[in-house]
Structures are given as C-alpha cells and as structure tokens.
C-alpha cells in the first residue's frame, strides 16, 4: 500500500474524522482549519464534536507522528492531495452555502503542488466539481490538478465504525488513474469500489439522501393508516424489513419525521436542481412539503390528549440530534420546542449528553441534568431520542412527579417492547401509528 501526503481541509465533524482515519490507514495527515482554537485543541485530543473513539485514534496517529493539525495553510505546498471536508453550511431552508469552499480556494490555491489531487468529500450539489474545475483554472492560469469526489457516508455517533466498515466507497473521478489512486488510499479497507463520473457520484449521494427520506415518509404515512385501522407499524415495519427486496436496514421507523440538514439539503438541491432543467420531480417535492408538515405531529397529539398548552407543563427528553453525540445543531427537538413555544406551553429539558448552557441558550428554557427533575409537575414526557440512558428511568419515580394525564409520549416507539409495563405504571402511552 502507497502512502500519501493528505491535506485535510475543514476540522469539524467530518474533517476530524477523516483526518484521524486516513492517518491510522497510513498516511501522513495534516488536518488544515482556520480556526486557531480547534487546531490548538485538536493537537491536544480535544474534539470540536465529541465522537466515541476518535480522541483515542487522534491520540495515537499524533504520537506516532502520522497526523498533526494547522491553520499554516502554506503547508498546503507540502501536500500531494488536497481533501476538501468542510461540513457544508446549511441555512434554516435546508439552502446549501459554498461560500466557505470558493473562499478556500481564493485564499489557498496558490500553495497547491502542481499535478496536486483533489478530493471532495464534503456535501455539495450535482455539478460543483465541474463549476470548481472551471473556478479553479480561471484562478490560477496553467495549474495542473485532478478533481474527484468521493461522497462521505459517516453518521453520527458511529463514524469510525462507518469509516472503516462502509457498506461501498463511490468514487468519481475524470480516469481510470485517478480511480486507482484514491483505491490504493482505501486500500486497508475492505469493501467494494464503485467508480463513475464525478456527476454520478455527486448524484448518488443525493439519491441516496431522497431515497431515505422518502422511506421516512413512506412509513409515516403507514403508520398514520395503521393507527386510524387499529394495525400496528411497529409490526408492519418488521414484516417489510424481514423481505429481502427492503432488508432489515431499511430506514422504515415510525415516528414525527426526519431533522438536520442532511436528508432534507439533497432534497433541496434535487428539486432546485429539477427546476434549473426543467423538469418535474413530484415524488421528491412531495417527500420534502410531507416531511415539512410531519413536525406538526407533536403538538397535534399534545392538544389532542392535553388540550389547550398554554401554561402546561412539557417535559421534553433527548435533545441531541441522535444519541451519542452532543450536537444540537438542527436537532427535531430544537423544532419542537419552538413550536411548543408559540402554543404558550412550559417546558422542561433533558439530555444525558447535551451542553447545558447551549441547550439553554438555544431552547430557551430550563434544562436539567436530572431527568425527574424535568418531569417534576410536566403532565406530559415527550421523548425525542432514544438514548440508551432512557431505559433506565424509574418508571415509579417519574410518575410520583408528574401530573394529569401523565402522558408518555413515545415519538419513534422506542419503548414498544415496555408499552404494556408503561401503561401498568398508570401513564397514559401514545406511540405513532400504533
């Protein structure tokens, strides 16, 4: 196996990740971000998002002399491929930004080896590598480079495990070279290799993220036909999962929709995208107004059980984009509460990993580090992750605080298997499509 010289650029979640694993495959890594601040900590072992493991990897690729971090962008020269991980900025519209990427550019094409490859992993709508290609050669006249993208598939939480154990790595790339050497970068890693164009590959990734999406939506929309026909979708999604046209992966869990910039951005640029070639695309519209709507569920099942909210008391559980990780950045809670908010609702916050001060200043309201202290006087929990920390609660304890009707509110039927232990407890249990 070859090893490269790989300039990192961009040190938040992706960028972290990715410089740590492509230093413990082998490679010599320099990890390039501007903020001073989390190069310092980052050469410390101290993450910008916490993910199980990496500080671990970090740790070890840096004492070995493998991986450093930098805002010294002219060590960009020293570099013979150019990794571009920014987490792409997504606006409240799910609208992608690549300011930051062209901006990069601006600033830093000057100090790139002639000959230089460079690899896109962040998350960018189908055409920028050929827009960038054009970019590039207007900046700097006779620059030699090859572009690729190669789009990143970790998730939250589990990034290392999706880094070293992907189910495929999609490459697009201008030729069969360029394909071989990004190859022989994974080449530690066992999987398939899936080359294309680069359009293809910028494609797929959107494809990937509406198809997703669009299972969420699917499912909801079972489950909402389940619940009015007495059928359960707990049990219909077990029934679909076990045929092995669908498999036992599939994104089909019942429950208020999907949040973050993720699904919903490749959902944005595809019908953005549809639009500019004049063409229609009514599934995948109708996928991302469906999903827009879904929010709505909670405080539609609030008013039906509570009534009115003004002045009730909410207690609101899992805050956190997913468990596991401690980012809130466009969490469903975040939504929720918002809308909880307007309703003139009270609420009380939990997470077993939030930042409390964050949690607060983003919500807006007072958080808890002590789950039972948020149901204290709440006539309704609303659970909105499922930390593993959540099956731990003392179901006893928790009523002994609450009010009338003393709602539990599951809202992705984490706790089905317990519904029957939950409702003998005196808790008035609401799954969906249940």
Known sequence: MKKYKIGVVGLWHLGEVYSACLADLGHNVIGFDENRGTVSNLNKYILPLAEPELAKIIKKNIENGRLSFSNEFKQLKTRDIVWLAFDTPVDDRDNVDLGPIRVFFRKNVGFFKNNALIIISSQ????????????????????????AYAPENLQLGRAIKSFFEPDRIVIGAPSGRVIKKIENIFSGIKTTFLPMSTASAEMSKHALNAFLATSIGFIDDISDLAAAYGADAVDITKSLRSDKRIGPRAYLNAGIGFSGGTLARDLKILIKKSREAGIKIPLISTVFRRNNLRRNLVVAYLKKYLGPLRNKKIAILGLTYKPGTPTLRRAMS??????????????????????PSEAELLTGFKFYKDPYMAFKNSCAAVFVNNSPEFKKINLKKMKSLMKKPFMFFDTGNYFYEREKEIKKRGFLYIGVGR
């Open 334 to 355: 975040l939504e929720i509460i918002k809308k909880l908010k307007k309703e003139g609702a009270i609420i009380s916050t939990h997470d077993p990993i939030a930042n």
């Open 124 to 147: 960018v709508p189908v055409g920028t590598c050929a827009e960038i290609e054009k970019f590039l050669a207007k900046l700097r006249r006779g620059f030699k480079f090859d572009l």
